[in-house]
């Protein structure tokens, strides 16, 4: 859209507000409703300012004024308020200056593909993510000084297979590990993911499927790929859709990576690809029918992984789900539709198709940092010809002890993924796409989870330890 068609929209859709949003480093999306009154064209070009002080990891209160700076392109109609509102997503810039703010995670998307434009190698970067979420119907934690606990419950979940229930208990719902694929009355998540979808198609976002995933109270739903900063934008509205949706059927939605013990955690797998000048980069006649530069960028995805990990899996819960020896991709090793690594080449019958998949993430993450992330070090993996070895076309699951010693691993907490990133980040440097200022800036917020996390006693515990 351009301002002119956004202007057009709110007087044909006759909308009352317009929300403007963006995204903090953590990757929690913020927003501000303005009446529609103040929505004229010098808005839309001009910007909104704001206080930046109050955003975590952002400006202090002595430098606080900042701008957000609307994206025409980004407009969609908000489905969930009562009044017809217009929403925007925005990038935020210095207001003395213009300048794209360093620490704005949707600018470093940006600055992430204008660089991939600059380098010649390719004119644009497709990502398509795989966001799994759980749904429950109760949730509730408590941390205090004398109290550390928490509850999640829904009635579909394998647990409550002998509850009793005042309506009675049917008895139909997957197991543990068994949610993959069973129809209804197993599955009992089909009306609500199909609400879920229906919404996003309506917001403009490209979808395709959703089914329950492997573990208990598991879903998933499936967008169409996009490029780097368009697609992280649809994957915030994804998670807004799923939250609300959730919400308005009487449950809660989240993304923790690892919520529930003894089943599977949620994982973000990210499809990516190159194209220049119309064509595949991907697409060649090496491993996989992969190209050349493909292979060079899996070699930088996997050198680069344990930096990676501070973006890809952010949260101290990332690493309950990264664990050896169970079904999770912690092992820096790629093949051909083998899923035990943490690269894999889906099977494509069209050159068009070909991509990479790093199935190390998971939904905690900042959308538009960890794509960013992700494809710098794959462009560093092209520019510097990283040669990523032989492929692994072995179940890896199964190797015996000597052979797995010898395939290195992704990062095992969140407190090893701040130390590789602050020993390994000049390839996120390049092009002033990520700047020393806002890595600094970020891994000051994580260290505060981090500490948070280390300084407070667990149940399990007190199960081990008390009687000491």
């Not at 959703?210 to 490029?227: D, P, W």
């Not at 019958?349 to 993430?361: H, L, T």
């Not at 070895?389 to 969140?414: H, N, Q, R």
Request: with cysteine.
């Amino acid at each position: 859209m351009s301002i002119k068609d956004v202007l057009k929209t709110i007087k044909d859709e006759d909308v009352a507000y317009v929300d403007i949003r963006f995204t903090d480093p953590r990757g929690q999306l913020q927003h501000v409703t303005v009446i529609v009154d103040e929505v004229d064209e010098d808005f839309l070009e001009e910007g909104f300012m704001f206080d930046g002080s109050s955003i975590a990891g952002w400006k202090s209160i002595d430098q606080s004024d900042m701008k957000l700076m609307p994206d025409c392109n980004s407009a969609y109609m908000d489905p969930f308020y009562a009044e017809k509102t217009l929403c925007i997503h925005c990038s935020v810039v210095e207001p003395d200056t213009g300048e794209a703010y360093d620490r704005d995670p949707r600018g470093t998307a940006e600055k992430a593909e204008a660089y991939l434009k600059s380098t010649g190698i390719g004119d644009v970067s497709y990502f398509g993510p795989e966001a799994e979420f759980f749904l429950f119907d109760d949730v509730r934690f408590q941390v205090g000084i004398n109290k550390v606990s928490y509850e999640v419950d829904a009635i579909d979940a394998s647990w409550n297979s002998d509850t009793e229930y005042e309506m009675g208990n049917t008895g139909h719902r997957p197991g543990i590990k068994g949610g993959y694929f069973p129809v209804n009355p197993i599955d009992d998540g089909q009306d609500i993911r199909s609400e879920m979808l229906s919404t996003m198609k309506r917001m403009g976002i490209k979808v395709d499927k959703h089914h329950h995933e492997v573990a208990s109270c598991q879903h998933e739903l499936g967008m169409i790929f996009g490029s780097l900063t368009h697609q992280a934008d649809e994957q915030q509205k994804y998670k807004y859709v799923v939250h609300n949706v959730a919400q308005a059927y009487g449950k809660t939605a989240t993304f923790m990576p690892k919520p529930i013990a003894g089943d599977n955690g949620t994982g973000m797998h990210v499809n990516m690809s190159i194209w220049k000048d119309g064509k595949p980069l991907f697409a060649g006649d090496k491993y996989a029918d992969l190209s050349q530069e493909a292979l060079w960028f899996i070699g930088g995805i996997l050198k680069h992984a344990k930096a990676l990990n501070a973006f890809t899996n952010p949260a101290t819960n990332s690493y309950k789900r990264l664990i050896p020896g169970f079904e999770a991709p912690v092992l820096r090793a790629y093949s051909a539709s083998n899923r035990s690594g943490c690269v894999r080449i889906p099977w494509a019958e069209s050159p068009n198709a070909k991509r990479v998949e790093a199935r190390f993430p998971d939904p905690a993450a900042n959308p538009y940092l960890c794509f960013a992330a992700l494809l710098m070090a794959g462009l560093d993996g092209i520019k510097n010809k990283m040669d990523p070895g032989p492929a692994s076309d072995k179940d890896l699951y199964d190797l015996p002890p000597e052979e797995l010693a010898g395939i290195p691993t992704v990062c095992a907490s969140l407190r090893e993924a701040l130390d590789e990133l602050e020993a390994d980040h000049d390839f996120l440097l390049a092009g002033d796409v990520f700047t020393k200022s806002q890595i600094e800036g970020y891994v000051e917020l994580k260290w505060e989870e981090v500490y948070a996390y280390e300084h407070t006693p667990h149940p399990i515990e007190f199960k081990m330890y008390y009687g000491c």
